[in-house]
């Protein structure tokens, strides 16, 4: 199914783009209070679960 297949596509963009901001506090470079802005900017969010009552929370548990 093509629908799934672009779903599929944005959903793993997301997270990788997530997932780069996630490191870059793991890493220091950025805040938690900046990677929260950075991460609520990110395309298609609502396709991984991540909206801004619980955006601090995931950058929490990644980072534990």
């Known amino acids: 199914n ?4 672009v779903k599929q596509y944005y959903t793993d963009v ?5 997932d780069t ?5 793991k890493q220091n470079l950025i805040t938690k209070e900046t ?3 950075d991460i609520l900017k990110v395309d298609n969010l609502n396709l991984i679960g991540i909206d ?3 955006v601090d ?4 548990m ?3």
């Open 35 to 37: 990677a929260s802005a």
């Open 14 to 18: 997301a997270e990788k783009a997530v």
């Open 21 to 25: 901001i996630i490191n870059k506090v």
């Open 62 to 64: 990644e980072c534990a």
């Open 52 to 54: 801004e009552h619980n």
């Open 2 to 5: 093509t629908m799934s297949k």
């Open 57 to 60: 929370e995931v950058i929490d």
